[in-house]
T-cell receptor, first 114, second 115 residues
Framework: AQSVSQHNHHVILSEAASLELGCNYS??????LFWYVQYPGQHLQLLLK??????LVKGIKGFEAEFIKSKFSFNLRKPSVQWSDTAEYFC????????????FGAGTRLFVKA | GAGVSQSPSNKVTEKGKDVELRCDPI?????LYWYRQSLGQGLEFLIY????????KSGLPSDRFSAERTGGSVSTLTIQRTQQEDSAVYLC?????????????FGPGTRLTVL
């Protein structure tokens, strides 16, 4: 069965620290990959997505993610976090061909200390 | 413009009762999704509607769960004979064209508590 694994359930960082959140998926075919974010008290919203082309994807607020097909990974990175990045981050996968079932990871709660 | 709205925001019910959860997608969005988020879990896909096509019901956990989408707009998720394990946040999302790389826009969710 398809699945998405996020290795860190809770991450605590100080402002200006670098961030990398791991995401691995299990699906052998073409995939579309997403990172969603949920800020405290807000709706889930798209941070960035990959569906083809350059495997290094840039999203909003300075976030980026790199698709490494050989590792089935789509890790999220930010060079210098801010207090306002405190949120829950979800990695998600949709098969690239056929079907619209989106598989989400369990999420990573990031807390950035001011 | 207005985003995805869901009602009620909170619902407390007794075990065995039926509940209906409503989703109003963004106007003009043809695709609509329902997800369930249990405590400490990721989002679990339930069902997907796209235009007038038959819905993808592959994520519905049991026959107690059903959903309708009337007129290609508003959707209702119905849970019959609720069980305590149905307690979760139910999220609705819509997207413009229902293609696989579409951005999904999420509503605020309905928190369901089954006593």
């Amino acid at each position: 069965a398809q699945s998405v694994s996020q290795h860190n359930h809770h991450v605590i960082l100080s402002e200006a620290a670098s961030l990398e959140l791991g995401c691995n998926y299990s699906y052998g075919g073409t995939v579309n990959l997403f990172w969603y974010v949920q800020y405290p008290g807000q709706h889930l919203q798209l941070l960035l997505k990959y569906f083809s082309g350059d495997p290094l994807v840039k999203g909003i607020k300075g976030f980026e993610a790199e698709f490494i097909k050989s590792k089935f990974s789509f890790n999220l990175r930010k060079p210098s976090v801010q207090w306002s990045d405190t949120a829950e981050y979800f990695c998600a996968v949709t098969p690239g061909t056929g079907g619209f079932k989106t598989i989400f990871g369990a999420g990573t709660r990031l807390f950035v200390k001011a | 413009g207005a985003g995805v709205s869901q009602s009620p925001s909170n619902k407390v019910t007794e075990k065995g009762k039926d509940v209906e959860l409503r989703c109003d997608p963004i106007s003009g969005h043809t695709a609509l999704y329902w997800y369930r988020q249990s405590l400490g879990q990721g989002l679990e896909f339930l069902i997907y509607f796209q235009g007038n096509s038959a819905p993808d019901k592959s994520g519905l956990p049991s026959d107690r769960f059903s959903a309708e989408r009337t007129g290609g707009s508003v959707s209702t998720l119905t849970i019959q004979r609720t069980q305590q394990e149905d307690s979760a946040v139910y999220l609705c999302a819509s997207s413009l064209a229902g293609v696989v790389d579409d951005t999904q826009y999420f509503g605020p969710g309905t928190r369901l508590t089954v006593l």
